[in-house]
């Protein structure tokens, strides 16, 4: 068989299949048929056989060799209209300074990023950043202005100064306030002043005491900073109960020391907690200095979760409150099934880009403390490469096509990759925007791949067993 099929050949416990790049489609294949696509050894009266099926799926559309000839994101020619109207979420960081030590923060020196300092945003600043939102938002009807840190309440004064200057110049418009806080200095003014402004408050806790203040303590003691957050969280409670359950929502970072049940256990079970909106994520290996490893009993509790998960979806398993740490699983699941059910084809175009980057800028634009403008608030700020623009001068557009354009860096190897379509590196997975062939780059690609295919053996498996992606949503 001549192996320049553009297929990805994979196998459930229960069936064979073959994911088809051009046509975008997965195809349940028999066992003979996955053989002989593999190259595997058959009889000649098999292969007799099997040529026909395989003729078939040819004349039927699937199995063939074209790739991506020449890249450029489609989004590139329309760019500057983004930029210029479609602008509706800024990002303010309003110091770099944090009240705590986390062991692993992007900014306690473990990561080639900047480190905490005590640089801060003065009013003019932000209030150019909050105009220039204003002005290049003319087609959003809602607008939306996040603090970031830092540990942004350490200026809370300022943050109340743009509150009231944002409501002044906009316009007539809605605008939804958020921001990302560790929780510690929420104090009743702090409280109030949410609760006025209808903000959306995300509390970094990471589980039960002995868990979070590991790694979790105050700058200058070793003491924890979880009695404080739960006392402050009681507080918001107590004045606001109505407020607190649709506003204030959690992030867990899990380092991989600590498995996920008791954690689990410690948000399913605790009244300040259960039932408010939860996020968890990894802690993050961009830009880190060391590896990080993923110990064993993390990857055995993940799974086990996972397992308990599907098994209630597809009914099997009865009065099981699905985890809230598996939210982001399942939805990335749903947002694969929403990529195969729209993205249907004949064949791949002779122009295009992989799935990666977002219009930089515009779906939040995240400018730093002296007007530096960043695609989002997680690329490195110490990468000239990452900067596209400031507050004076406006967002550079050139730089804002090569970001869009990333897979230039390494197209040869792009073009040949089955996860084509579903490849999401972007500018804060590369080492070097003007490097090809970055090797952190490389090492993120075997990731997604990785975490494509066992999406692609879950949805199969789910199908298989007659799971209703339409009609049924997922409940926490």
């Known amino acids: 068989m001549n192996n320049d099929y553009f297929i990805h050949l994979f196998e459930t416990p229960l069936e064979k299949y073959f994911y088809d790049v051009n046509m975008n489609e997965i195809v349940n294949i028999p066992e003979t048929v996955y053989k002989y696509l593999n190259n595997g050894d058959m009889s000649d009266e098999d292969i007799s056989i099997v040529e026909k099926y395989v003729k078939n799926l040819k004349d039927n559309g699937y199995l063939k060799k074209k790739r991506v000839e020449t890249v450029k994101n489609p989004l590139t020619k329309c760019a500057k209209c983004y930029i210029d109207n479609k602008i509706n979420y800024l990002v303010l960081q309003v110091t770099q300074n944090c009240n705590l030590r986390c062991e692993y923060c992007v900014y306690s020196g473990g990561y080639d990023t900047r480190v905490h300092n005590k640089s801060r945003m003065d009013i003019g600043i932000a209030k150019k950043g909050i105009d220039f939102l204003i002005k290049h938002s003319s087609d959003c ?87 404080k957050i739960m006392e402050n969280l009681s507080n918001i409670k107590k004045k ?196 090809e062939n970055n090797s952190n780059n490389n090492t993120m690609c075997s990731v997604f791949r990785r975490d494509t295919e066992e999406k692609m053996k879950t949805w199969c498996i789910l199908k298989r067993l007659n799971y209703d992606f339409e009609s049924e949503k997922i409940q926490f």
């Open 240 to 435: 606001y109960p109505d407020y607190y359950q649709g506003n204030i929502q959690f992030n867990t970072v899990l380092t991989t020391e600590n498995g996920f049940s008791e954690i689990e256990e410690f948000f399913k079970n605790n009244s300040l907690l259960k039932n408010n909106t939860m996020t968890s994520s990894l802690v993050s290996d961009v830009y880190a200095k060391g590896e990080r490893k993923v110990g064993e009993n993390y990857v055995r509790e993940e799974r086990y979760l996972e397992f308990l998960m599907l098994l209630c979806k597809i009914g099997w398993l009865k009065d099981y409150r699905i985890s809230q740490l598996m939210k982001g699983t399942f939805d990335d699941l749903l947002h694969f099934e929403e990529e195969m059910s729209k993205q249907k084809r004949k064949e791949l175009p002779d122009e295009w880009h992989h799935g990666g980057p977002c219009m930089p800028g515009v779906k939040r634009l995240f400018m730093t403390v002296d007007g530096q403008f960043y695609p989002c608030e997680k690329v490195s700020e110490t990468r000239e490469e990452n900067k596209i623009g400031d507050v004076l001068d406006g967002i550079n557009m050139e730089q804002v096509h090569k970001i869009l354009n990333i897979e230039s860096m390494n197209h040869n190897i792009c073009r040949n990759c089955w996860a084509y379509s579903f490849c999401g590196n972007c500018i804060l997975n590369i080492d070097n925007i003007d490097k």
């Open 141 to 227: 009807e809602e607008l939306k202005l996040g603090f970031y840190g830092g540990e942004p309440l350490l200026e809370f004064e300022l943050i109340k100064q743009c509150v009231k200057y944002a409501a002044t110049v906009a316009e007539g418009k809605k605008i939804g306030y958020y921001i990302t806080t560790n929780g510690t200095l929420i104090n009743d003014e702090v409280i109030d002043f949410f609760y006025n402004n209808n903000f959306t408050v995300t509390i970094s806790l990471d589980g039960p005491s002995h868990i979070h203040n590991r790694s979790r303590h105050f700058a200058y003691s070793d003491k924890g900073s979880f009695d």
